[in-house]
């Protein structure tokens, strides 16, 4: 692949355990020995470390402000520019950023993922593909429970009382209806072969055009 005169940019969204990290996983796998970059919306959480783990209990993870989305929307901008970026690096046991920062050099397809990364119009327009993946409310909560009782420290009742009192009002306020922005809707994400492929085939269509 020559050097392209700006990078793809590919924006995955959709409820919390629909199977995005899954797709954007896939995509970054089949473009594997290219010039491929992963940016998490959830890495770009607001900083709580002046607040007590109490007080970072009540946040509402869910809402669209607890994002420091002018970050995101800046290292975004400078990854466009081919500039190099310190992205931060996020605790969910801990609900804040950790002390680390991953130092990340440009690349030529980016890929960005996260529940609301269709709500805010700048970070939209920055995006070549914008892609929601669709999956029903019942397999996200139970996918949710597995992943974190195992992976994110937190107990059953604890994810049951945030799925009914936030997630899911939050997911029919500002998640689900972003749906609209999107180019492509795959539904039941996480194993949607002929989805993946399409997007892997347009993507490679985009990257032989700006050659
Ligand atoms: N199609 C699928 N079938 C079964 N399990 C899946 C599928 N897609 C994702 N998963 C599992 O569900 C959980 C949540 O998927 P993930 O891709 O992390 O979703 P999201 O990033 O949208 O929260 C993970 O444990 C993942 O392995
Ligand atoms: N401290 C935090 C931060 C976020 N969450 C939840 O994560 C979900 C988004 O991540 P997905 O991988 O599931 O898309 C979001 O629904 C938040 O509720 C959290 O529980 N604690």
Same mark, same amino acid.
């Given at each position: 692949?020559?050097?392209?005169? %700006?990078?793809?940019?590919?924006?995955? +969204?959709?409820?919390?355990?629909?199977?995005? !990290?899954?797709?954007?996983?896939?995509?970054?796998?089949?473009?594997?020995?290219?010039?491929?970059?992963?940016?998490?919306?959830?890495? *770009?959480? %607001?900083?709580?470390?002046?607040?007590?783990?109490? &007080?970072?209990?009540? !946040?509402?993870?869910?809402?669209?402000?607890?994002?420091?989305?002018?970050?995101? @929307?800046?290292?975004?901008?400078?990854?466009?520019?081919?500039?190099? =970026?310190?992205?931060?690096? *996020?605790? *969910?046991?801990?609900? +804040?950023?950790?002390?680390?920062? @991953?130092?990340?050099?440009?690349?030529?397809?980016?890929?960005?993922?996260?529940?609301?990364?269709?709500?805010?119009?700048?970070?939209?327009?920055?995006?070549? @593909?914008?892609?929601?993946?669709? !999956?029903?409310?019942?397999?996200?909560?139970?996918?949710?429970?597995?992943?974190? =009782?195992?992976?994110?420290?937190?107990?059953?009742?604890?994810?049951? &009382?945030? *799925?009914?009192?936030?997630?899911?009002?939050?997911?029919?306020?500002?998640?689900?209806? +972003?749906?609209?922005?999107? $180019? @492509?809707?795959?539904?039941?994400?996480?194993?949607?072969?002929?989805?993946?492929?399409?997007? !892997?085939?347009?993507?490679?269509?985009?990257? $032989?055009?700006?050659?």
């Amino acid at each position: 692949m020559s050097k392209l005169v %700006k990078p793809i940019v590919i924006g995955v +969204t959709g409820g919390s355990g629909s199977g995005k !990290t899954s797709v954007s996983r896939a995509i970054f796998d089949h473009f594997s020995g290219h010039s491929i970059l992963l940016l998490e919306q959830d890495f *770009y959480y %607001k900083d709580q470390s002046h607040l007590s783990f109490e &007080e970072r209990l009540k !946040t509402n993870y869910d809402h669209p402000f607890a994002f420091d989305t002018d970050l995101l @929307i800046k290292h975004v901008e400078d990854l466009i520019d081919f500039k190099a =970026i310190d992205k931060p690096v *996020y605790d *969910y046991a801990k609900h +804040t950023r950790s002390d680390q920062i @991953i130092h990340q050099e440009p690349k030529e397809v980016i890929i960005i993922e996260g529940i609301l990364i269709l709500d805010d119009p700048r970070l939209r327009e920055l995006m070549d @593909i914008k892609v929601y993946v669709d !999956t029903d409310d019942d397999i996200r909560i139970i996918r949710r429970i597995k992943r974190d =009782i195992e992976e994110r420290g937190r107990t059953l009742d604890s994810v049951i &009382e945030q *799925y009914l009192n936030v997630v899911k009002p939050m997911h029919n306020q500002f998640v689900e209806p +972003t749906k609209r922005y999107a $180019d @492509i809707v795959i539904p039941e994400g996480g194993r949607n072969q002929v989805a993946i492929d399409l997007m !892997t085939t347009k993507i490679h269509s985009i990257i $032989d055009v700006r050659e």
